[in-house]
């Protein structure tokens, strides 16, 4: 008999409110435990205040929210370890906890070696807050690299030379993970400069509310100079932002 594979065992990478808020993943049985750091040098997702959330049927809940943007700085980065060995299971639950309208835009790394079928994506019903068809195609995989597969949206954006795929690929076959996921909406603010932050955030005073409030849910080593200005202030300055001596060293590593 041929020596036996890795045990499937997926991590959920995550960054921003779903930390300290995490919802459907949580009631829904998809992560046990806590959250927990990984160390920026060994894997880490370019994030930037670039989304605009519309909020709802009335928009109540807009904001603008941090995603993955390949012209975002290397942050900070947390991981669970998911319940179970569903990868489909994940992405769809990780879905709904953001409020997605379906499951395309979440991003993810697996095994080759390991029976993992390519997931199918499904949409999401946000009003009752569940899956309810099946989209009859499968995630169009966009990465293949040391034995791995994946669909990771975002980071494929040659435009911007970084190695965030073959960090995390590194990361998850040091931590015994078969399959990592994380959330890749994509970036809707074009330019997202301190000057279209501030007229943002001037002329919507319920966006300005809500995204400060969205902030301020953020664990303090996710809360970067401009988000603290932000839940401080309500607004961006014209002056610029420092980095912290951990994202300094990050883009270093991933931008070189």
Known sequence: MGAAGPNKKIALVVYGSVINRPGEL?????????????????AALPISLSRKSQGGADGAQRKI?????????????YYAVAEGTDLGKVLDT?????????????????NKSVHMEAPVTHKVNRQQKQITSVV????????????????????????????????????AKRNGFTAVVWTSLPSNIANPSRQTL?????????LKANTRAYLQSFPQDLQTPQIKEIIDTGTVSDRLGTLTPE?????IEYHS
Not at 68 to 74: A, D, L, R, S, Y
Not at 94 to 110: F, H, Q, S, V, W
Not at 198 to 206: A, F
């Open 247 to 251: 994202q300094r060293a990050a883009k």
């Open 198 to 206: 501030r007229e943002l955030l001037q002329v919507d005073p319920t």
């Open 94 to 110: 990780l879905a709904l906890r953001e409020g997605a309208p379906n499951t395309k835009d979440m991003a993810y790394i697996r």
């Open 136 to 171: 009859e195609r499968r995630f169009g995989e966009d990465l293949t690299r040391s034995g791995w597969a994946g669909k990771v949206l975002q980071l494929k954006d040659h435009q911007f030379k970084n190695n965030y795929e073959q960090h995390m690929i590194d990361w």
């Open 65 to 77: 929210a941090v995603t993955v943007n390949p012209k975002g700085t290397p942050s900070q980065v």
């Open 26 to 42: 949580q009631t829904g049985g998809v992560i046990r435990g806590d959250f927990n750091r990984i160390n920026m040098l060994e």
